[in-house]
């Protein structure tokens, strides 16, 4: 059995390299963490949807450990990016942090 220790100190953050030839090479993401991916679905269930795929985009980019490469406070500057690019990385995201499809169809609805 695995002791609270041994679960906190184990590394289960996944981080993928994805080509953005637009970019002019490859970017690193990360899985989101539990109170991350909480935050996305209550965003979700109360519509909030305000920059979402470029605020999920900037949670999961990363550095080769896992370290967020944006800020909260650096969404914007990121939104001014490709909007096909971004949405091209945030299907990526999505799916690399075990995210349904359903979620993003229901965000989409009002």
Do not use: Y
């Not at 999505?94 to 995210?99: A, P």
């Amino acid at each position: 059995m695995l002791s609270k220790n041994a679960i906190l100190a184990s590394d289960d953050r996944n981080v993928k390299t994805v080509s953005v030839p637009e970019w002019g090479g490859d970017v690193c993401i990360r899985v989101l963490n539990g109170i991350e991916r909480s935050q996305f679905e209550t965003m979700f269930t109360e519509k909030k949807v305000d920059l979402f795929k470029v605020r999920f985009v900037a949670c999961s980019l990363c550095d080769e450990r896992g370290s967020r490469l944006f800020s909260d406070n650096e969404v914007e500057a990121l939104g001014e990016k490709s909007a096909g690019v971004i949405n091209r990385l945030f299907d990526v995201c999505w799916e690399h942090s075990s995210l349904s499809q359903e979620a993003v169809d229901e965000a989409g609805k009002d």
